[in-house]
Structure formats: structure tokens, C-alpha cells
């Protein structure tokens, strides 16, 4: 059973843990005292494996990181770093390069503007693949690197307050380690730049998925007169079996989440996420004029004083230079990080270290949706790709909501709301909005009446007006 | 003694065999049952090398193979992808380049658009020069890939009935593969796209050069109501020394020839060979609209049940993605023994394992022309280039036809038929209509009559109207 | 202490010879005698180092030589190739980009195309970066094997006869040879095309920072009808402590001199150093329509006998192929020692051969100059880039002259002499036209009398006219 990580949600937090405590074996066995987030030298464990870099999208830094988190493993690698130089050029298909390519080496490392196209890859592969930042979805081992790094520098994510600061509309990484964040527990207080917030669907997704519950300003901080300027903190249960805690806090409002807070629990922030702005993903005539900086005086309030400042990197404008020999910059430690941490992932994934990924990837918990009912409505996935056409057969989850059904594209993980569900054993089709308690295997979803009818379907009891 | 591979012919039946037996050791010794076709770990008998990949066009695939063949060998990779980072931006000539990089690496893998580009390298270089592509000329390591596909996966490729299919006009794959299958004694089957068939240089050479018979459909075929759309097959002699029994055939017509093969030749195809369309060698408004497809439903003729289904990939349209899981699909196998053949060319070629090479490549047969009267008219020559054309003096192999002399370029191997033959002894010219016997060394060529008299020499008895 | 090689001026003499004295020895170690000047196999000492090659600008031959020899020295290599490729794209500065990847290489090669780009990349690392050329800048592991190439064919540097033949004008890799030929006193000949001499700024600092002595053509030839077409040699003291010797040179005359210089010195050309026309810094319609050729024919001259022919190759039309199977020509020789040179150069700066760079590099013995008052009028100093601008505060080496002061960028080391110069002790400025023993602390350097009235400085005395 070949393990890949495409969205990091393909490990479990155990897992997660386990690469951690791996990591912090290799920097003890190879980091010198001055610097302990270095490797230096040769942990010849991958001595008889050979990693792929596949990159369609520029990227010397993590392209490096692997190769460099490879090589120190005693490994060889076969770089390809220019997307002109593939035989995606002749029309080559997703698919029929990883067959190819899965012959001449033993994990690929792919980068890839299209959403989801990592996960296609990961699918026909039989050796692993990791998913170094596929267009506007996910960069699941940044999201390591980070979580990794709040770990080491602040000893444990729970309850930890991490402020992310910025682009927080288009960034992947912000994405992915929100989602992070709140399976280990931490704070998530966004303070975006104007019209950068976090998207919807993945607030929803915070809530629905990963069991956070917001809490506006009021409710978290003491005094009135605090001018930390938050609109909303997402807040995680400790632990998963404290789950039914939060369906009361539902229930009953934050006031039972209050009780458990620390007194006035912003007043000290334990980490600033800063992003810069995602140009390259910019719809339209969107800018950013003003976006704001985090420099030396935005962290003079007290609240920042034990702040580690982390960034993705590269920054632009958005953080400030004058933070580069301050004690709470961490970025070029984080971006140090990247290495032991992908040297850790490899080992799991190539099996070197066993026992640190379980037998099986987590569970999906949702019904897996197959008839051509439907298409992902994301231009940038990788299914609206004409080449990947010629093969690719869209899957979707579709997740019970409270009142509807929800259907998730299986490789870009774009969410829609189809306006109709139908049976086919009925042959009846009505609004989407009921409440399920199990999603029958006979569901037909639609996104207008037009395709209902003409696949033969009829409506339920009455015609429904629209 | 440096050996190279620029065409398949550099290589002898002998050493082609002796390098598959190698390629067949080194499966059996890094191999797993499940996978007996990819190479796992490492046989570092190329511990102290360094192999060059100089890749003046796109391919990962190709670079890839051959790099993780070296890595597989134990040795180290420079690695040149994009052509728009080397020095011949600068105007430097394939043969500095070539001067410099010898010094650097003990071997040097080149792609280059240029046809006969890579023979200018081998004859400056003195290490190991080797062919991935020159343009529209040969790709020489692909075809032992195939052929050694075709070995492993029937056994031998005496007696095979080998299909090619699609545009057999512009592959260079395909051109060196006819040639390889008929030195190996495989039958051709040509079924191009229309429009796309065998050049008539090719099968020229594959008549006169490679001693192959074509025969008509309704001479191998038992049934005038055998729908089978082929136009003619190619027969080669078993061995070289039946050649004479060819020459038979050729004088008492095809009825010797039936008589030596199996009732019914054409029921049983043991491999089909597609190709795609070569869209970047398309001249002018050429297309293929309805560019014919190999797919489950094409394969249900009964006399395709054992064929393999080939492709040197990549694919585009006219491979079905229906056939992936057929077990006649041998396509990704095909690709993976890339790395194993690639591995045992490079240990033969820098003579880690020695004796798979003779002492020297086969024998030139034909006279070398080197005066400066003619030039290769083939616009893609590597001559035509004005970089090369500082120090590169063409020269010309002179082949005896039955009723006049073919030149054929030393570098793209292009062949023309020069209008005029003159000799410097007598300083006479005459129509190149004659039968020769050998070529005297002061023979001179001349494209039309002007050059000839320009050059001093008089018509050959009375002056003859072209 | 990490060491860098961003200028030849960062190694002391000392160093340079303990550096050929390594290479010499790997030399011993690997060559074989038939090719005594090609590395062959590993010398294992860098198995746990990893060297980036980032490479901003086009360089096939450069790049490769620095892997090869690390190949050779049994490290590993990170490989960026193609500037489009990098986070540059994204806008990420230099200082940043180094300092992410110290932690993924234990030594950074940099081509870049602005000039003083790799100093920058230097002040930030802590691992040693090696400039592989920056812009019209220097070149300076070029000019390392340049000087060894003369050292290992002519014996020593000593008293040689170097003529620098082509484009002196452009050629980043002719500016620091000259430097080096000077420390190492070898005589330079200039020989260049039309309008390609050495610049002036190069001239001056022969003169009065490497204390060569210019001499006219007939000083130090014996006949007048000698037709040596030279317009001045500069000729170097022997050792340093000779300087004295030619602090008489410049109040004598060159009689001094003269008398010290072999009979008839300029009759035997030991080395002709040949350049192409730099054509990518060509500014605006400059061309070299009839750019002289080295080849067998002007090499007749019998002064020419036993003259190395050497090139820094790319060549274009400026060496004529006559010449490759000359024994005079090591263009390829040259080429060849690049790898054992940047073996030992690598092996020293990673300490892993200790003892061969001294505790610290050459001391700089100018005053370094802070203030914001003056800019670099270089329009390709690293300085003028915006983004580095961010961060990068402008510095200046200030240089005494007989009758004024210089402002050197610490950068790209281009030279410019501010219009007037005050004190901010006295908040006085005066023309900058006298003579300095020391440079004050206080000094502030002004371009132009405006700004140093914006300044609040007064003039000195009485108003100046200019």
C-alpha cells in the first residue's frame, strides 16, 4: 500500500506527530549547537533511492529543500525544473507521465499550476508522491515546515495563538495551515488585509470539518477598550473526544467556551503568520495598494513580545527588514526546518522508517459520488484540463450538511451546491434541501432542472418552482 | 578506441545482442518478481563516472531514463535541460562544446534539433557520445528499448510479425526501429496513417542496404477475402549468409519467398508499434484530422490477441486509455526498460563491463567523398548551419547503385543522387547513369552541369543534353 | 570566519599559490599521463557537502565545471539553471534567497547579471559563495585558471609575456586577469581591436593599486623598425618588496627600468590571451565589423613560437579553427583545469584542506565610507536594482589620490570621484581637489553643490566656482 501526501489531511495527526519526533532525531544526530535547525552531512538512509523534483511552476526554494533534504539522505535525485522542458509540451496527460516516470524513480516530488493535479498524479502512481504546491490548493509539506517549526519554537501547538497576517484570501499555504492548526489545537486569529480575508469555503470548512468554533472580539478579550484590531478567533477542541464539548458550545453559545478560555486570552500572541500578496493568483483588477507591514514597530505592542514571526517565503514589502536580526524572526529558521522535516517525510514515505505512517491513510468519511451527473466548477482544476479529459473520470464527496448536500470535487476539493438530488431508483428529482442522515448509494446530484429532466428524471410530488 | 552510439548502426547485431544480455543480468540482479521489468538500488559499477545530458530540446522523459540509469550505476549527473542556458546562445559550435565538456564528464548524452548534429559531436569528442534525438534523423537508444521490449516480451524478433502504426513519415523512431527489425529478421508491417507512410528513403534502404523484400498483400495472404488493410510487408533473410537465397527472390519473383513462410503469415500479429502524430515536424498546412486510433475495439480482431501494444510515448490521441489495464498493453514496461538498457549501454560504452563492444564498430562498406563540389541539400543537416559551417568540411558516403552512384551525407545521412560524375584524372564528366563496379578514388560529383564546367572539366565524349 | 571568492582581490598571493599547489596535487592524484591536465575518478573529500550552482544568467560550461569538480570531490550538487525559474521571479531579493538556501548548501556558486550582486550575496551568507560572474564585474575562478594554465605550461607567472588579444574593453574576465598577471608580475601586452582597449578605470588601478609601470613601445623595444604593433606594456614588480624600486620608476623614468629588462624583451610572446567580442555588452550600435583572428597565419611571427594560445571560450570568429590541433593552442587544455582548480578552490573554502586560506582574507586598506550622500552611478551595480534597495545600504571604499579623493563602490567596485567634499564637524565642503594623508572619520562626500547646501553644509572659506 503506497502512501502519498497530497493535501495534509492524508496524514493523521498521530502520523504527523511521528514525523515530528523523526525530525527532531535527524537534527539531533546531524545539527551542530550553534545552529540545531541544520543538517549537516550524510544520514545514508536512502542510499538505494532515487527522488524525482517535477516542477511546472518556478520554485528554486522548494525545489532545493527537496533535493537537499534528499541528498543528505544519502539519495540521488532527478531534477526537472522548467515546465517548457516536459512532455506535457507534446501533450502528454497527468497520468502518463507518472507511469512513465514512477519507472525511473522512487518518490516524485510534483509542483503544478492546475488545483488537484497532484492528486491525479498520486492516483496512477505506485510509488509515492508529494504535492509541492499545486496552483491555488494545497502545499501540504510548507504546512509541515510550519507546524514543525511552531512545535520546536514554542514546545506545542495547543492553545497557542497564532495571528496570520495578510493575503489570506489566495494563499495556499495560510489554507493548508489553518486546517493544520486546528487539528492540533492551536488559536486561529486571522487579521487579514483588506479584502484578503479568508474565503469562505474555507471558514466553512474550519467549522464543519475540523470543529472550531468563532468567537467574535467581544468574546474573547476582557476589556472593551483593547484596540487589537480582530474580528473573529477560531477556537479547537483540546482533544477529539472533547468534540461533544463543542456540540454544546453550539448548543448553548460561547459562553461555555468562555469558561475554559485563560483570562483575557489575546493578551499575548504566540506566533505572527505574516503571507505576502499572492500576485501571481490576483483575479481581475484586484491590488493591494496598501497592504500593511509587520516590521519592528507594528511588534513594539506588548502583546507581540515572545512573538516568533514566521513567514512562507519569499516576503516582498509585507516584513520588514529591520526584523532580520531580531530574536523573534524565525522565517530563515523555518525555511531551515524544511529540510529535516522533508527528510523525515521521505524516510516515512519510501518506507526507510517504518511504523511511522500507519497501515492506511485516514479514513474518508464521505460517500463517493462517480456519475458524470456534475463537474467540478473550478476553472484552475485539473479535471477542466482538455488533455486530462481524455482519461479522468470526476469523483466527488458528498458531505451531509445540515439542510443540504454538498459535493466536493475528490482532487481540487472545490465545494459546490448542487441545486437538485434525485434517486435513481425513483427517478424523482427535488431541491437540494433536505436534511440526510445517510447519503443512498442511488443519489443522482444535478446542478439545474434542464439536466435533470433530460437524463429521464421526474420531479418529486410537485413541480418545483426555481 | 571510443565508441559511440549516433545511429543504430553503429552498433553490430553481435554487440546489440551482448548488450541485451546484459541488460537481462542486470534486471535478474536488481529486479523484484512483481516488477521484473524496473531496476531497484544500486550496481555501482560506475562509481568514478560522470554522465552529461545535453538537452537542446524538451524531454524529461528521455533525460530522465538516462540519468537514472547512472544513478542506478552508482555514478553522478550533469544535467542541461534548456537550451536556452548553454553556450550555444553565445554562437559557440557543437564541437568546442563538445572539447569543453569531454573534460568535464566521461560521457555525454546529447538531444539536438539539428539532423546529423550529434555525428559532428562523436567525431570531436573522446569519450562516449550518445544520441537521444538529432531532429528528424535517429534516436537510437529508443529503438533498442523497443526491440529489447519485443525480445523480452516474445522471446526473439526472428519471425515476428511487427505492425507499425500511424505517421511513419516523420518518426525517427520508427525509421531506426525498421531498420533494427530487419537486421534482427522481424517482419514490417506498415499500416500508416493516411498520408503518413514510409519515406522512400527509407525503404530504399531497407530494400538495398538491410537486403528486406517487400511483398504485396495478396502474396502472404491465403485469402482473397481477408480483410487485413496492409499494402505490402517487408521480409528479411534469417541470416546474413541466406542472402543469397534473396538474391533468388529477386530474380524468380516472390514465389520462392511464399514458399519458406508459415501457412497463413499474417494471421497472428505479435506487436503492434503506435506512433503519434509528429505535430513538431509537420511541414506547412499538413494535419491528420482523422488520425486513426489503436484501442480495445480496434483489438478485437482475432489476430490481434497476443499483440503487444507499443508506443515510445508520449501518447497523445491515438493510443486508447481503454487498453491501460489490457494485458497486451506493454507501453509503461516498454519505458521502463529504458533504464536497464540505458544501464548496460553506458557500462559497455565507458567499458566498466568490457568485451559487450567488439573492438571496433562495424565497418563502413561504402567509399567516403570528401570534396567540396556538392553539399547536403537536407535544410535540417547540422552542414546547414552557419555556427558549424566555420569548421565542418561535409563529406559523403558514395553508394553503388545498379545504374548510377547515391551520395549519402556522412552526418544527417540524407542520400542524393548528384546529376553529373567526373573524374579528376581525365578532367571529364559524364551523366551519373552508369553501372560502377568500385568507386575510383578520383571520382568528383556535381549537382548539375554548370559546377562541373566551372571546375574545369569537359563532357565525357559528346556534350549531353539534361 | 567563513571565506568567500567574490573578487581575485579576496585571495591573498599566498593563497593563490597554495590553492595551485592543491590542484597540482589532485592533478597528481587522478590524472592519467596521457591526459595529465584531466581530473579522472573521486578524491572522496567533500562526501558530506552539498554545492548550489544558481545561476541567473546563461552558462552551460561554467556551471558544469563547478559540479563536475564537486562530482570529483564526492559531494553533491543543487543545480538552478535558468533565471526564470527562481524566486526572483516572485521578487525575492538576493540577501534573502542566500540566506534560505545557507541552509540547503554548504557552498553557493552565483552567476548573476548585476554587477556587485554576488559581494551582496556574500555579506549575507554564512557559507561560502563563489562568484561565477557578475555582470561585466569580475570573473575571478576564470582568472584562477587562467593563471594556472600559464603557471603549469610556462613553469611560473614570473617575467612572462602575456598578450591580451580582442575585446579588453567588455570582457569581465580580461579585467581581472590583468589583476592577477600584475601580483604575480608577468608583463602585460594589450593588443586589443579597434575601440576594445582596457578602460581607463582598469588602467588607473593597474597604475596605482597593483603599482604596475606602463611603458611605451620603444622603451622597451630595441629596434624602431620592429613592427610589433604594441602601444604599451605594463610591466610589474618582482616581488612586493620591491615596490620602493619602482616608487623610483615613476620619479626617474622608465631608464630605471629599462635597465632592469632582458634584451629585446617584447621578442618572445610567452601567452596570447584571446576574447571574443563581448556582444552582450555591447552598448547601443558599437559592432566590431572587422574584429581581428589569432590563427596559424599571424602566429608565424617568430615572436610567437612558444606562445600558449588561450582562450576564456565561447569563441566565435576571433580564433581560427586552423589552430585546434596546433600544439600552442591549451584553450582546451585551459577549460580541462578548471575542474582540478575549482576542486581545490571548493576544497579550501569548505576547510575540508585546511591551511590553505590564511585566518582571514587580505585586509582592505581604504577607508569605508557609510553615508547616504553619494549613490553609485553605475546603472548595473547591484545598488540600482529596487528591490535591493530594500535592505542594501550603498557603501564605499575611499581611495587618496595624489590630488583628490575616489569613492569606490564596495559592490561592483566601480570608481567615481564625488565634485566635493566636506566635514561634518565643521559642516564645510570645498571641491575635492587635494591631497589627503588620511581620510577622517568625519568626511562626507558630495556629487554635485546642491546637495551639500540641502546638506547644511556652508562652502569653505569662500563660495567656489565650478
Known sequence: MVRHLVTIDDLSEAEIEA??????EILAQTATPDKPYRVHGRLPWAGDFILATLFYEASTRTRFSFESAMFHLGGNVLSSADPKTTSAAKGETIADTIRVLENYAD???????????????AEYADVP???AGDGGHEHPTQTLCDLYTLRREKGSLKNLNVLLWGDLKNGRTVHSLVYGLARFGAR???????GFG???????????DYDCVPLAKEEVQDSASDEFPVDVVYVTPDKPHQRSLFSDVKEKGPDVLRARLPHNALSKIDACYVTRLQKERLEGDASASDYPVVDLQFLK???YKQSSVMHPLPRVDELGYDLDNDARAVYFKQASYGVPVRMALVAALLNIKPG????????????????????????????????EQRYLSPKYLVIVEDDRLTSRCVYCEHESIPE???RTSTKKYEPNRMRWDTVPDDIVLFHDEATAIAAGFQPYKHKVKV
Not at 198 to 208: D, I, K, M, N, Q
Open 107 to 121: 518518490a516524485i516530488v510534483i509542483r503544478h499550476p492546475q488545483e488537484g493535479s497532484v492528486r491525479v498524479a
Open 198 to 208: 479568508l474565503p469562505e469555503h474555507v471558514t466553512r470548512r474550519l467549522l464543519r
Open 188 to 194: 486561529i486569529i486571522p487579521m487579514p488585509a483588506e
Open 356 to 387: 511511522i505512517l500507519g497501515a492506511a491513510a485516514p479514513k474518508k468519511k464521505h460517500f463517493v459520488y462517480t456519475r458524470q451527473t456534475v463537474h467540478c466548477d473550478n476553472l484552475r482544476c485539473v479535471t477542466a484540463l482538455e488533455s
Open 420 to 422: 437538485f438530488v434525485g
Open 301 to 303: 505592542d506588548r502583546r
Open 19 to 24: 514525523i515530528f519526533g523523526l525530525t527532531d
Open 129 to 131: 508522491i508529494i504535492n
